[in-house]
């Protein structure tokens, strides 16, 4: 027997996991063995027979979406097919059936036959097979379909897409009998004008769409299943650990973007900072003849002015940033020069000694060595007045009057965000939530990049419709009776080719939990809003001239406008803000007194799941539908953790991922975690999408990549592992 080979050094990392197959959990009725003996008996095929004109099946992504389509359609039959609710009936002269899926009904075919093989290179011809508990979906389809229309009513968007052209591919329907039904919400009077459209139209699957969502899936797969074996087969059989190195096209650059966060965060180191603190009367100059002199415009109380935040200088700033040292230096030697200027000189405590700081002797090697914390500061940097003076310092009063317009109406990414920080709530919960309502018909499709509405598509009656079956709510409709524009004036930018923002679409809300009411309740008001008058405000900002900023800003609203609505409470509040202090003929600032305050510099604060979302879509990584599940299977991974307030933490286990990653010798191995790799993946299926690229090529392209994959690419990932273990 072969000796099983052990390490005397212990390995780095967590040693917490049993030995689980990627694709399963080793159990008889696992995916993993479903995978394994997956054979052409779970083929479903459909013997087509003559179409009956009449007759059509609408294919809908989801039995909660198929519930609401069969009360569009008023659909009182209801049959059980291979354990699959089905709804019939007529509606005018057409026999419907509304058959639901649940979600992908069928994957990719890799044909991995479950060995563990490096590179997993599959077959040119794209092959799906039914995913592991969904052939009953398909055997129902075959008896249903087989002298029916098929009318293709998933979710309009690249993976709703990809769903119904699965099914298009592997039950071979025939292309004159298919249609495709496109909406943006499940309201009963909308589904019925789509279903006739595409009847009508002949309304055909969006191919260039669909492929778009094919290369997505099929990217993702092969990167992920050839680099998570690639890793995991080069560090098993020198670690004791076993575990799954999961690696993905997407969640991989997103880990790395986390654990970059999380080394800057460890690595911090607060360094003080110094704001001065003037005290004093505004000043106007007067001029009689020759003479100048000055008329103090005395208040209820000093003005008081402080300054920006002051950095001092500082050994671990000199020895991580020489160039930031270098102008931190300057600033502080400017401030200390201020001061003097006002009469005040800097005393630095260094036990039995003093030394006195002005810009001409800074002493910068002193400060460095004795005030390296706040504390440091506040016991040995002490300011001394050396003469009493007051100095006029010339004031630059702007005014001016600001129009705000309504906010930008709620794309995907805007939802999470505000929502999850408001509701203070994952990301992924919100997602679910979300989902749920769109299913239950009181919100519009919720993935979508539209931050406004296309005023082409979307006119004045749109509105007016939705609204008013928004007003027979209240408080919304009190504010919707105000109206006197239909048409939304937000400033939004960007237009979904397909849906429009999310808004609310009914006012049947009854059935909503505590939570989702909350988010109704935002969308809502922020839909209203959009038609309403800008917020417009007095302002006024008083700046010293001085090489250091010294400013303050006084507001008066004028206006609530559409801040109303988001804001309730904002007519309460502009009735206790007060008049605008006059500034008329005020030209200097006169400080009678000075202080220091201390501080310290903040580290860099934590990714939430909604603020990583964002920045995924900045950098392109995955897309409005993927996002924040890519952030759920890094929890899932065990590669970060999630605090009560959404802070997202790297976990031991994501740290090792990365650092091994940067520790390969391998350029090609370097790019998986790569933001730009990705983005560019993500481009071409954009381009795939407009019909400017073909996705067989671009497969044919990373097939080419991935044929790297080799047991050479094995040997460097398990040398950088014995490496990082003994470190």
């Known amino acids: 027997m072969k000796k099983k080979y052990t390490r005397k050094t212990k390995p780095y990392g967590n040693k917490s996991y049993s030995r689980k197959n ?350 390296k914390t706040k504390g440091d500061a506040l016991k040995k940097l002490k300011l001394k007045r050396l003469i009493k003076k007051e100095t006029p310092i010339p004031v630059e009063v702007i005014k001016n009057r600001e129009h705000e317009k309504p906010p930008k109406l709620y794309s995907t990414t805007i939802a999470l965000s505000e929502l999850s920080k408001a509701l203070k709530m994952k990301s992924t919960d919100v997602m679910k939530n979300l989902q749920k309502m769109y299913e239950m018909a009181v919100i519009s499709y919720i993935r979508t990049d539209s931050e406004k509405f296309d005023e082409k598509k979307y006119k004045e009656d749109f509105h007016k419709e939705r609204l008013g079956a928004l007003s027979k709510l209240q408080p919304y409709g009190s504010y919707i009776s105000r109206i006197t524009t239909y048409m939304p004036r937000n400033r939004g930018s960007k237009i979904d080719d397909a849906h429009p923002p999310i808004h609310p679409v009914s006012s049947n809300i009854s059935s909503l939990t505590p939570a989702q009411k909350k988010m109704f309740d935002m969308i809502a008001r922020r839909y209203i809003a959009s038609f309403y008058p800008d917020f417009v405000q007095d302002k006024v900002r008083v700046k010293l001239k001085l090489p250091i900023d010294f400013s303050k800003t006084f507001t008066k609203t004028v206006d609530p406008g559409w801040k109303e609505v988001i804001d309730p409470k904002i007519r309460v509040r502009m009735k206790k803000e007060g008049k605008l202090p006059d500034f008329k003929g005020i030209t200097h600032f006169i400080p009678e007194s000075t202080a220091i305050l201390f501080d310290e510099t903040k580290p860099p604060e934590r990714f939430t799941t909604a603020n990583i979302i964002k920045k995924m879509e900045e950098m392109k990584l995955g897309t409005k539908s993927t996002r924040a599940q890519i952030i759920q299977t890094l929890i899932n991974r065990g590669y970060i953790t999630v605090n009560n307030k959404n802070q997202i933490r790297v976990t031991q286990k994501g740290k090792e991922v990365i650092m091994l990653i940067d520790n390969i010798d391998d350029d090609h191995i370097q790019l998986i975690s790569k933001p730009e790799f990705t983005a560019h993946l993500e481009d071409k299926m954009d381009s795939v999408n407009k019909g400017k690229e073909d996705y067989k090529k671009i497969i044919k392209e990373n097939i080419e990549v991935i044929k790297n994959v080799t047991s050479e690419k094995k040997k460097k990932i398990t040398k950088a592992y014995l490496t990082l273990s003994t470190k």
């Open 22 to 371: 990627y694709s399963g959990s080793g159990k008889k009725n696992s995916k993993k063995n479903y995978s394994k003996n997956y054979s052409k008996h779970s083929e479903v095929k459909v013997n087509y027979k003559q179409v009956k004109e009449n007759k059509f099946v609408i294919i809908v992504e989801k039995p909660s979406v198929a519930r609401q389509f069969a009360k569009a359609f008023n659909l009182k039959g209801k049959e059980n097919v291979e354990g699959i609710t089905v709804y019939k009936g007529k509606y005018k002269d057409y026999e419907l059936v509304v058959v639901p899926l649940a979600g992908h009904v069928l994957e990719l075919d890799f044909e991995e036959n479950g060995r563990w093989t490096i590179p997993l290179i599959p077959p040119e011809q794209i092959k799906f097979k039914p995913a592991y508990g969904k052939t009953k979906f398909l055997k129902a389809l075959k008896k249903l379909i087989v002298d029916a229309n098929v009318v293709f009513a998933t979710d309009w968007d690249r993976e709703g897409e990809l769903i119904s052209y699965e099914v298009y591919h592997y039950l071979k329907v025939p292309p004159e009998r298919h249609y495709r039904m496109t909406y943006s919400s499940l309201q009963p009077k909308e589904l019925r004008q789509s279903f006739e459209k595409a009847v009508k139209t002949s309304q055909k699957l969006d191919w260039n769409l669909a492929y778009a969502g094919l290369l997505r899936a099929y990217l993702d797969k092969l990167y992920g299943f050839n680099y998570t074996r690639l890793f995991t087969l080069a560090v098993k059989n020198v670690s004791r650990d076993n575990k799954v190195w999961s690696i993905g096209r997407v969640q991989t650059p997103t880990l790395r973007l986390l654990y970059e966060r999380e080394v800057k965060i460890e690595k911090f180191y607060p360094v003080p900072v110094m704001k001065i603190k003037l005290t004093g009367d505004y000043a106007k100059l007067k001029q009689e003849g020759d003479r100048k002199y000055f008329i103090r415009v005395r208040r209820d109380e000093p003005e008081e002015f402080i300054s920006e935040g002051i950095q001092l200088p500082s050994t671990y700033l000199k020895e991580t940033d020489p160039e930031k040292f270098e102008q931190v230096k300057e600033k502080f030697i400017t401030a200390v020069k201020l001061l003097n200027s006002l009469g005040y000189i800097l005393i630095l405590k260094t036990g039995n000694n003093t030394l006195q700081i002005t810009h001409k002797t800074p002493h910068i090697e002193e400060i460095m060595e004795h005030v």
